[in-house]
């Protein structure tokens, strides 16, 4: 905790460049979003990527270690006045931070009441701040899960405050190998993201354990570290920088593969939905899809936005979500 906010003053204090890699190309929605956002907050974010997904009008958002809350800034003006977005960090600095901006954001959506609020506490523990059962649409995280020493007890409190058919969508550090003693103690190491990071492989049994479908990749990028002395403790394993999404989906919602047609108008996504590495919908466009996407289209808060039928003749040659 002493590492965020005390050693780290600003973004540029990072030794690394795990937490400045950007995740995919920013629509105007977001960009002209974040040009709102008050500069001490941007000033204190240390995530990597952005994890925007679409489709948020109204909904309720959780956010995993939302540090000054840049993010809950962000998606409080995507899912509008009759939305939510709940942010909650370890680190009581960044939370006051975060909290202290409350009045001039909301004033600057032209919003009568606050749609955001902001917790000191633990992902791993979401109950201990009153977070209920299948109470949000959406669970984000911008790189920390890889700070929690328990990344199971995360997927399995975010599964259990997600509403059926919700989604959990993060970005994180990922690794081509499970981690020495060495590196998991190294202090800078696990500061900037690295020591914590979870063997890409333990995230898809976690996720099958805890009860989520098998994870989508959305994008990844390598991480080049850039510094000798740290390049040295590592050795050989290797980093990556990865989005996913993780979706709650009830057993029998979708038989078997299918067909979908994107209606088309999600705000950023208007002709073109890149849903994950895997599927790219076009307004209009019948895709064939397998029994693991048409049940999270159906069961999730896109059914409203695709046709979905039965059947595909190439459906069951897919790979789906395999990463």
Same mark, same amino acid.
């Given at each position: 905790q002493d590492y965020y906010?005390?050693?780290?003053?600003?973004?540029?204090?990072? @030794?690394?460049?795990?937490?400045v890699t950007s995740a995919r190309p920013l629509s105007k929605v977001v960009r002209d979003a974040l040009e709102r956002i008050h500069e001490e907050v941007v000033a204190r974010y240390?995530?990597?990527?952005?994890?925007?997904?679409?489709?948020?009008?109204?909904? @309720? *958002?959780?956010?995993l270690g939302c540090g000054s809350g840049r993010d809950c800034y962000l998606l409080s003006q995507l899912v509008g006045e009759q939305g939510h977005v709940t942010g909650i960090d370890m680190t009581e600095g960044q *939370?006051?931070?975060?909290?202290?901006? *409350?009045?001039?954001?909301m004033d600057?959506? %032209?919003? @009568?009441?606050?749609?955001?609020? +902001? +917790?000191? %506490?633990?992902?791993?523990?979401?109950?201990?701040?009153?977070?209920?059962?299948?109470?949000?649409d959406i669970i984000i995280s911008n790189c920390?899960?890889?700070?929690?020493p328990d990344k199971r007890a995360v997927l399995q409190e975010a599964f259990r405050v997600l509403k059926p058919g919700g989604e959990m969508y993060f970005s994180d550090v990922y690794t081509s190998q499970r981690l020495s003693e060495t590196i998991q103690q190294h202090r800078v190491l696990w500061g900037e993201c690295l020591a914590g990071a979870l063997y890409w492989r333990d995230l898809y049994s976690i996720a099958e354990e805890v009860g +989520?479908?098998?994870?989508?990749?959305?994008?990844?990028s390598p991480i080049t570290i850039g510094n000798k002395e740290l390049e040295g403790i590592i050795g050989d394993c290797r980093f990556v920088s990865a989005t996913f999404r993780l979706f709650?989906?009830? %057993?029998?919602?979708?038989?078997?593969? %299918?067909? #979908?047609?994107y209606n088309g108008g999600i705000v950023g996504h208007e002709r073109e939905l890149?849903?994950?590495?895997?599927?790219?919908?076009?307004?209009?466009?019948?895709?064939? #899809?397998?029994?693991?996407?048409?049940?999270i289209l159906q069961s999730s808060r896109f059914a409203d936005e695709f046709l979905i039928r039965p059947g595909g003749a190439n459906a069951a040659a897919l790979q789906g979500c395999s990463c």
């Open positions: 906010g005390k050693e780290l003053q600003k973004t540029e204090d990072l @030794r690394t460049n795990v937490c240390y995530g990597c990527g952005l994890v925007v997904p679409e489709c948020l009008s109204s909904c @309720r *958002i959780l956010d *939370i006051e931070v975060a909290k202290k901006h *409350i009045a001039y954001h600057k959506f %032209g919003y @009568r009441k606050p749609n955001v609020e +902001f +917790f000191h %506490g633990y992902m791993e523990k979401l109950g201990d701040a009153g977070l209920a059962d299948e109470s949000y920390v899960i890889n700070l929690a +989520f479908s098998p994870p989508c990749l959305v994008t990844a709650k989906v009830l %057993g029998g919602s979708w038989a078997g593969p %299918g067909q #979908v047609i890149v849903f994950d590495a895997n599927f790219t919908f076009k307004e209009g466009e019948v895709v064939d #899809v397998d029994a693991e996407m048409a049940a």
